[in-house]
């Protein structure tokens, strides 16, 4: 059963404002479908196929954050990346203020960019250790032909301020940070260019819990600032639940359902979810 819904509703901070839910959606992901070819067993044998999405649909509104739940395999990550347009689909669309970004050529995907940023799972292989922390915050801009080296260096002061760090952090090494730290880091990253999507996959899971929920409200309170709309990609009900204005529920590369974190999480209707639910001490609720 695939589901498509539009989350509609006032984002984190806001209160409910004339055009919400009626204007178009900022992200509009249609009948998406990923299959991949895996190794044949012999070189007769037809090659087997994994069908990772299988004709997703949904759509999000600006200053939103859906999360995308379900267990290692579902198809959660393949979804990140199609998103992302780092890979093509199969089949489906991936939309963007309208932009079919999967029809985009090079130099014209590479200029939409600006509009959505990803921040990876894990913060320690996302950045370069040889790098200074300038340089990799700074590396979005490259598609902004019209930064030179002095604006760099303020929007990487701005963009390491909005996420409580120093600008003089810029001409530190990631090796000089913590974990929590480093997740920090590659959020300004992912701010630098200013965009109007962020797609995070499973972006606190590597850290300590202690640092989990620092990153969190982070993230919340960069959303509440620049209105910032989040694809939230996590196998941590209790962390979607906490971030998420609507949750998505992928079960072998189907969308089997959505709706707000409260009502999926108290009276979950389908038998996955009460599954992933009992799964997680605590986490079921009448």
Known sequence: MNVEATTSAAPHGAGSSSGVGTEPPLLAVEHLAKAYALP????????????????????LQAGRSLGVVGESGSGKSTLARLVMALEPPSAGRVRLQGMD??????????????????????????????RTVGRSVAEPLAVLHHADAAEQRDRVAEALDAVGLRGA???????????????????????ITRPRLIVADEPVSALDVSVQAQVLNLMQDLQDRFGVTYLFISHDLAVVEHVCDEVLVLHEGRVVEQGPPQRLFSAPQHAYTRRLLAAVPGAARS
Not at 103 to 128: E, I, K
Not at 169 to 191: C, M, N, T, V, W
């Open 40 to 59: 044949r067993r012999h070189a007769l044998a037809a090659a087997p196929v994994v069908q990772a999405l299988a004709g997703v649909s949904f759509t």
């Open 101 to 130: 970004l999967h029809r985009l050529g090079a130099a014209a995907l590479r200029q939409a960019r600006t509009q959505f940023q990803m921040v990876f799972q894990d913060p320690y292989g996302s950045l370069d250790p040889r």
């Open 169 to 191: 952090d810029a001409a530190k090494y990631p090796h000089e940070f913590s974990g929590g730290q480093r997740q920090r880091i590659a959020i300004a990253r992912a701010l």
